[in-house]
């Protein structure tokens, strides 16, 4: 087990390069199986997630070529000789369940390990089943097991998701590409990954309108063609490192991203006297030095504030002049960092999805404990701005979703390293 030691209160300073972004990486990967042909996908992120997806994707018979030097991994899927995707890796990342679509649609079955609960909530997936009994599938579930058949194929059909789930929509997208007519996918997710996955689906011959809106609909197709197809860049890695500038009052230069990828939290920063300028590459964040004014944020689907910003945005708040409230809509367990932030002398109150940080002075460094990816890093940026030594626990959480963070960051003064417990 390793753990993470930062010594806080150095202004970060210089240029981070943002890498492919993990949410948009894992559906592509699974699109693999929607044809017998190579998908070749650039700016792969170097992450554990994807490293699980990959021993996924292999024990189904997917052939995997991975160039780290080149972020390229190549995909062939000719023969799928197992339908399974087994407890033991399903149970490590519930992305796992963005293999059920494809595989029931290019092989009439699959056997899919139900999920289980996560440290963030409970995260159901009954609207990924009650979408793919719609396209026709039978549906059972036994001994933990998704059981998913249509032997005769999948036929299209109006599909009206009761939530805005993102994994839902990719999931029953990607079903519908090889399903029998025309579906249309009703209040449907908008977040940049489904447009990701929708221009490589399309690249791979699919015919699909209105990814990115809130009705997708697909015309079916009996068969998809490999194609390459270059990653979307990190939005929550580049919103992650904004704010690390910002709660460090240094400057950096975010590249291989863009500012139209968090528009809601780009506006909330600047609300909070954070400068944000575009470059060529980019943006640019810089503190002047003055003081960070709360802001309230509240979580909702894209184009509103992500989630998976929540934690580090908080983490921001804690040294704000004034106060802010944090509402979570999304995750009913999503505040797990506070106790822990509060550790580091935060002024934090949790009333119900809501929580209530009054603005301090200075954080102080503590050993601290990491609870998921997003937690993990909002303690790293915490750590970053405190006075003094931070030492966080669990951060192989971290690894899941950061590439070369400690790397990243230390290429911009900041005095972190991971040691050996
Ligand atoms: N929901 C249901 N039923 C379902 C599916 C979802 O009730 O069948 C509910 C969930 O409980 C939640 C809401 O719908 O309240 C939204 O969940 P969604 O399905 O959109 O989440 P997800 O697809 O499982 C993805 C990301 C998460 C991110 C959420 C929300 C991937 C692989 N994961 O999860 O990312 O928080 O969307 O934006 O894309 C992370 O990277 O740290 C992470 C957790």
Not at 391 to 396: F, G, M, Q, S, T
Request: with cysteine.
């Amino acid at each position: 087990m390793h753990q993470i030691k930062i010594m806080g209160g150095v202004p970060l300073k210089g240029e981070i390069a943002i890498s492919g972004a993990k949410n948009a990486a894992l559906p592509l990967m699974t699109a693999a199986l929607l044809t017998d042909e190579p998908l070749i996908l650039t700016n792969m992120p170097h992450l554990a997630d994807i490293t699980s997806m990959e021993a996924l994707l292999d024990q189904h018979g997917v052939h995997l070529s991975n160039d780290l030097n080149q972020k390229t991994l190549t995909l062939t899927a000719n023969t799928i000789h197992n339908t399974t995707a087994p407890y033991d890796i399903v149970r490590k990342m519930r992305a796992s369940i963005l293999v059920l679509g494809p595989l029931v649609a290019r092989c009439g079955q699959a056997q899919v390990s139900l999920p289980g609960g996560c440290a963030i909530g409970v995260r159901p997936i009954d609207i990924h089943l009650s979408g793919l009994r719609d396209l026709g599938a039978e549906i059972d579930l036994l001994d933990g097991y998704i059981h998913a058949k249509a032997p005769k194929g999948l036929v299209g059909t109006t599909i009206t998701m009761p939530i805005i789930s993102v994994t839902a929509t990719e999931n029953l997208m990607m079903a519908a590409c090889l399903a029998k007519g025309e579906t249309r996918l009703i209040n449907a997710a908008r977040e940049p990954e489904i447009i990701d996955l929708a221009t490589c689906l399309m690249a791979m011959g699919a015919d699909i309108v209105g990814a990115g809106t809130d009705t997708i609909i697909i015309q079916g197709t009996k068969r998809l063609h490999g194609a390459t197809h270059r990653v979307i860049p990190d939005r929550i890695e580049t919103g992650t490192y904004a704010m690390a500038a910002a709660i460090t009052k240094g400057s950096i230069h975010l590249t291989n991203t863009s500012l139209d990828l968090i528009p809601t939290a780009s506006a909330q920063l600047q609300r909070a006297g954070i400068t944000l300028t575009p470059t060529d590459q980019g943006f640019q964040v810089s503190t002047s030095g003055d003081d960070i004014h709360g802001v309230d944020v509240m979580t909702e689907p894209f184009p509103g504030f992500a989630t998976d910003l929540q934690a580090q945005m908080m983490a921001l708040m804690t040294i704000c002049r004034g106060a802010s409230l944090v509402t979570e809509t999304i995750w009913e367990n999503r505040f797990m960092h506070v106790p822990e932030l509060c550790r580091m002398g935060a002024n934090i109150t949790v009333h119900g999805s809501s929580a209530l940080v009054r603005g301090i002075d200075t954080l102080r460094g503590a050993p601290v404990m990491a609870t998921d990816l997003r937690a993990s890093v909002c303690l790293v940026l915490a750590g970053l701005a405190a006075v003094g030594e931070t030492l966080i626990n669990r951060v192989y959480h971290l690894d899941r979703g950061y590439e070369r963070v400690e790397d990243k960051l230390r290429g911009c003064g900041a005095r972190i390293e991971r040691i050996a417990e």
